[in-house]
């Protein structure tokens, strides 16, 4: 499990382990092993000229430490100071090493162009310490950074908000190092791709007890994975009801159950009208059609709450028995549209943003900025703010709440005390229409068999991406491919767990 701690925890652990060590001692530690990554990465790449962004604060003092020791080892150093309140005696250790040492308010000119030739940029402007967005002048020393410098974030890329909630302007690191901890901003939608290639460069600060963040390995997807036992039947393995597809879109039926089916539930039961239902009973022949006992419901994918014949409505109706069952239900697409209360039993949303913005703008939880009243603002604040936008109707609902994207987090209610997963394991292809129906399949598969909400949202999440690789590595995949590869995906994960 790859875990990120949220800044107050890092800074307790940090205190202790300070406590026990000399004055400085981790500073000189976090600096000695960012210096030793830039040397490392100086062995892959031509040139030897360091620009090193030296902001107010310790994160600056861990860069102008590092480029003490880069220009002692014979590197071609420049150390420029965003503030006159820069940690002086890493500054004074940068000027004694040999590195030039800029200002960037008074040498704009000088600064412009040492950035101009950086072979490698050192970004140690704001770390923990800093909040969302960039000030004017470190806007300017980003854009000034040519596309071909090879850019090492300390910490985290400046700008870039620690607890990875608010969006705003930030460097983009190829790199970044961080001390011991992760971070948020590391694994959330509004960091993880400014964050590059992320390093931990150990200084002996110990893991809190409770993560803000997890992320799933291979590894624990096999631990946890429920795979049946000797004793086990199709009915103790689990049975998933799933109220999809109608006539306007029978497709996600069969995307739906095939992926449910595949990713080895123990039955599925299937409930539609005509067209899905035989198109279900072509596709899938092992489900069985019509109402019966379960142990989850999948509600939701290709429901279309406007279809007004008497099997529309009759799929409606059992949409909402559904919901209104005390079994766990994965909800989906059409079927967002039917909840505005809690239910009593373990519930996992699966909206895109587009469908989350739509929900809180009819629900209007709170903890939300405000939004304008078009529907544009609110997939704007959605699509920057996924995981708040996300927590907010968490905790309105009681459910977990995940939100598909290239990043993908589940979110549980705050009442719960549990961290936010966030996975991010498919290829861009995954992007095609049925996915989310494929995902919705494989999720409603492990909330049938007993998962925990949080469980089954973050292993379908990765078990997805991964089998969207699987299907076609290195190309497009189609959604029914997707739902055809978990199988085999689920098999590679459980026999080769590394
Ligand atoms: N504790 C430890 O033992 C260890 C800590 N370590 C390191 O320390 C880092 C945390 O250090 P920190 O607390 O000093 O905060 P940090 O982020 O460097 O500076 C915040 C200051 O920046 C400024 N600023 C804010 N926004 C800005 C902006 N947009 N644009 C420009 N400037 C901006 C603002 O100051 P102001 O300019 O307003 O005076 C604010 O107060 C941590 O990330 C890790 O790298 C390692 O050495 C390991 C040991
Ligand atoms: N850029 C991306 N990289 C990887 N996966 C992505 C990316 N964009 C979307 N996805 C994944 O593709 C799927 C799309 O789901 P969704 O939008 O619900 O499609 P549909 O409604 O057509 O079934 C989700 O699982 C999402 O996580």
Redesign the pocket.
Known sequence: MIRAFSVDSV?RA??A??ADLPDGE??Q???TGLAEVVAARFEQRDGDRVVALV????????AAYAAARLAADGHNVAVVL??D?AHEDGVEAARGAGCVVLAAESDPDEVTAALGEADVVVD????????A???E??VRLRDAVPETAYVVS???P??SD?AGIEPGETFFADETVT?SLAKPVHLLPAGEAATGLLTVVE?G?EEPERAAVERLTRADIAEMWPVPGPFDDKYTRGVLGVVAGGERYPGAAVLATTAAATAGVGMVRYVGPPTPTGLVHAAVPEAVPGKGRVQAWLVGPGLDSGDRTSPGRAQLRAAEDALGEDVPCVVDAGALDLLSKPRSAPTLLTPHVGELARLAKRLRPRGLPRAGRSEASWVQMTRERPVLVARAVADRLDATVLVKGAVTVVVPPTSTGLPVRSQSDGPAWLATAGAGDVLAGLAGALAASGCSMLDTGSMAAAVHGMAADRANPGGPVRALDVALALGRTVAGVLTEPA
Request: aromatic residues 2%; neutral net charge.
């Open positions: 800074r940090e205190s382990a300070m981790l500073m530690r976090a600096a902001g107010s604060g310790d994160n600056g003092g861990d965003l503030s309140r140690g402007v704001t770390g923990i310490g800093g909040s967005g960039l000030r002048s470190a300390v910490d985290l400046s700008g620690p001390f200084i600060v």
